[in-house]
């Protein structure tokens, strides 16, 4: 009985080391300067929308209201490091924040340790040269909001 219990538990181990070596190849894949590309508004939660009316292409103003509570939704670059310091850029400005990837490599984490505030992103495709994150949007517009970035 005790030699199958230590062979469940050096499985576990050997199954929680593989999944720290995955989640370290995708914050090393993260590290860089990316630009972004464009957003997409999708109300998919809003009961009246046909799934049809889902995507569009988010115009300036809708940007602005969907992202009026966040630090990042008008930054022009985001520069990840590998001491977790995110370098925002806004215009003449530039913001430093720390970055953590949570969960299972699928959630981002941003604080900006200057108000306080932590901004909460699902990656939803990250590869070498294009990033691509969601967030939900607040009750009054019901829906989730997407950021595509190329890399610099």
């Known amino acids: 009985m005790k030699f199958k219990i230590e062979i469940v538990v050096v499985f576990f181990?050997?199954?929680?080391?593989?999944?720290?070596?995955?989640?370290?190849?995708?914050e090393g894949t993260l590290i860089g300067t990316w630009k972004e590309s464009e957003w997409t508004f999708g109300q998919i939660r809003n009961p009246h929308v046909?799934?049809?009316?889902?995507v569009d292409t988010a115009s300036t103003e809708l940007k602005k209201e969907l992202g009026k509570n966040l630090l990042l939704h008008t930054a022009e670059s985001w520069k990840f490091n590998v001491d977790n310091r995110l370098y925002i850029k806004k215009g003449n400005e530039e913001y430093v924040c720390r970055w953590y990837i949570k969960g299972r490599g699928n959630?981002?984490?941003?604080k900006n340790e200057n108000n306080g505030i932590t901004e909460t992103y699902e990656i939803v495709r990250?590869?070498?040269?294009?990033?691509v994150i969601s967030f939900d949007v607040d009750r009054?517009?019901?829906g989730l909001a997407k950021m595509k970035f190329k890399r610099i």
Request: no cysteine; proline share 0%; charged share 25%.
């Open 13 to 26: 181990l050997i199954l929680l080391t593989f999944r720290l070596i995955a989640l370290d190849k995708r």
């Open 50 to 54: 046909s799934t049809t009316e889902v």
């Open 107 to 110: 959630i981002l984490e941003i």
């Open 126 to 131: 990250l590869s070498d040269d294009s990033l």
């Open 140 to 142: 009054q517009m019901q």
